[in-house]
């Protein structure tokens, strides 16, 4: 059995669709074939998780890219993959990304795998630049979407062979169906009567991620039948904005603000439609939550979030902004019950076939397995065409 020792870096430990990710990841590789470390540089909520883990814990003291505090960080990451005879280090956001080019520049034989998960214009010119030059020092790129990966190469200068594209994976639990009885405990957790429509969002309360465009359309929408719920999981710096917003729109009586949970995703069962207003994003793990839960999605046509939601058949896209749509599309999902368990289907079919954490791993494991077996620079040809392979 061929051993690889991995190491994996993230900025910080918060709740969050990368912090998330990762731990699921280390939670699912054989430790005995794959000996690994987790590198970080804030703690955060998560941080109890990783450490439940069992897995050693690496703090690297960073605290800023442009302090002094990168070069310390950096000699302490070159002294760590020295001493543990790391043999791939794979990096999960842009900070990590940067940090591991200046520390792995002129080192030795240790792998570098940077990441693209985010949308394009998420950060700001100095920190993009310094990303793309780390690119350039990574032995590959993964990204997790086709169109993360072309995004890589239309507007960043990566060459495609370098590039292998994996994404994100739903856990198998999820794709179980949920019985009724436990569909409405899930609602009373959340404050939600169990006989309302429910219109659910998983995101932390970001900017980005524009909630206000949500709970815009949700006023507009008119339910005979039945009143119309709005539940926001995630928390953040708009919150109170979003507080307001959904009072002077006359909604702020059935808009749930349920804060960060920690496995968020089980609450995908609780809604009716799982939406998302991204402005930018990379491929969110929502998404891929929701479908493997069964939810019909309506989300912004951005990043990858099209890799995932084929519009029309299990969910909804439309234009970053565009409420008006919006709100037609969740009504027509919310007043047509057939309509919206044809296309929750559809989508855990999807889901199913391309985002379950079986296959995925599977890919995961053999990009590891062919990086890690062969640590000589000279061979990274053949080590991209490999690579290739998994696209």
Known sequence: ?????????????????????????????????FPL??????????????????????????????????????????TFLRRERIDVLHTQDVYSNVLAAFALTGFGPTRFIACRRWGLHQYGRLLSTANRL???????????????????????????????????????ALFEPVAPAKRVCLRQELGVPPDAAVVGCIANLWAGKDHATLLRAAASITLPARSLHVVLIGEGPERQALQDLATSLGIGDRTHFAGAILGASRYHHAFDV?????????????????????????????GGVPDAVVDGATGFLFSVGDDATLADKLQLLLSNEALARSMGESGRAV??????????MLRLTALYDRLGGDRSHSHLDKLQDSAAELV
């Open 134 to 172: 780390a690119y350039r020092r990574a032995n590959l790129v993964l990204a997790n979407s086709d169109g993360v990966g072309a995004s890589l190469v239309r507007d960043e200068g990566v060459r495609a062979e370098r590039i292998v594209v994996i994404p994100n994976f739903a856990e198998a």
């Open 1 to 33: 059995m061929r051993i690889v020792r991995l190491a994996f870096m993230i900025d910080g430990l918060n709740v969050g669709g990368t912090e998330t990710n990762l731990l699921r990841l280390v939670q699912r590789l054989d430790p005995k074939r």
């Open 274 to 302: 799982s939406a998302l207003t991204s402005l930018s994003e990379g491929f969110p793990n929502s998404i891929v939550e929701a479908m493997a839960a069964g939810r019909p999605v309506v989300a912004t046509r951005v």
């Open 351 to 360: 889901a199913r076939n391309k985002f379950h954490e079986r296959s995925v």
């Open 37 to 78: 470390t987790i590198l970080y540089s804030k703690d955060g909520p998560l941080t109890p998780r990783f450490v439940e883990t069992g897995l050693p814990l690496e703090r690297l003291q960073l605290t800023s890219l442009r302090s002094p505090s990168a070069v310390k960080a950096a000699s302490s990451l070159r």
